[in-house]
C-alpha cells in the first residue's frame, strides 16, 4: 500500500467519524517505515497555521525537487521511525507537525527552508540526513548547499573545462602559424 492511500483514508475515515481500524493503522505505518527507508534525509516542521492550499503549495514544490511531504498523526509516525535509521527524530514530533523525505540529500531541507524564509507559518524543528541528526541550523546549513543535480552540472562543467582548454592550445598555434601568413601575404601583395 502506498503512504499516500493510507493517509487517505485515515483521513476519510477521520471526515467520517468512523473508527480507524488497526489494520488501516498497520498499512499506514508500514508505507510510512517504507518511504522513510527509501530516503536519504528527513525535516521535521511544524505546520499548523498552515491552510490547506498553502500545505498543497509546499506539497507541489516538494514533489517537484523529487521529496514527499506528509503529514500524520504522531504516533503513527513516531512507530514508522521505530527499526529506521531516522528513529532518534521521534522526540521532535509534538503537536501538528509534517514532514519532508527525499532520496537527494540537499532537496527536503532546501524546499522547507525557502518556503519557511517566505511564509513564517511553519517551523523547522529539526530532521536527519542519513543517521546524521540535524537540528534547526544544521537543516538550514544543509539547505544552502548545491543539490545533487546542481553539483552533477557542476563536475560535468569540470570536467569539460579541461578539453575545452586542450582544444584552445592546439588550435593557437595553427592560428597564429595562419595569421603570421596572411600578414606576410598582404606585405608581399
Known amino acids: 500500500m502506498c ?3 493510507g493517509v487517505q483514508q485515515l483521513q476519510k475515515a477521520k ?8 489494520a488501516q493503522k498497520a498499512d499506514t505505518v508500514q508505507a510510512l517505515s517504507d518511504m522513510l527507508n527509501d530516503s536519504e534525509t528527513v525535516v521535521v516542521f511544524q505546520h499548523g497555521k498552515l491552510t490547506v492550499a498553502e500545505f498543497t503549495d509546499l506539497r507541489v514544490k ?11 498523526k504522531n504516533r503513527l509516525i513516531a512507530r514508522a ?35 519557511a524564509k517566505d511564509n513564517d507559518k511553519i517551523s523547522i ?7 546524521k541528526v540535524l ?10 548547499l548545491p543539490s545533487l543535480n546542481q553539483v552533477r552540472g557542476q563536475l560535468v562543467g569540470l570536467l569539460q573545462a579541461p578539453a575545452t582548454k586542450i582544444a584552445r592550445v ?17 606585405k608581399s601583395a
Not at 531516522?86 to 514532514?99: N, V
Not at 524543528?125 to 543517521?131: H, I
Open 15 to 22: 471526515v467520517l467519524n468512523m473508527p480507524i481500524s488497526r
Open 81 to 115: 521511525l521505530k527499526g529506521t535509521r531516522f528513529e532518534s527524530l521521534e522526540p521532535l514530533f509534538k503537536g501538528t507537525t509534517a514532514i519532508i523525505v527525499s532520496k537527494d540529500p540537499v532537496a527536503a531541507a532546501k524546499v522547507t527552508y525557502d518556503y
Open 3 to 5: 503512504v499516500h492511500n
Open 170 to 186: 592546439l588550435v593557437a598555434p595553427a592560428q597564429g602559424v595562419i595569421g603570421v601568413l596572411a600578414a606576410q601575404g598582404r
Open 62 to 72: 516538494s514533489r517537484a525537487q523529487g521529496g514527499t511531504a506528509k503529514v500524520t
Open 135 to 144: 537540528d534547526k541550523a544544521g537543516v538550514e546549513a544543509l539547505a544552502k
Open 125 to 131: 524543528l529539526g530532521g536527519a540526513m542519513g543517521t
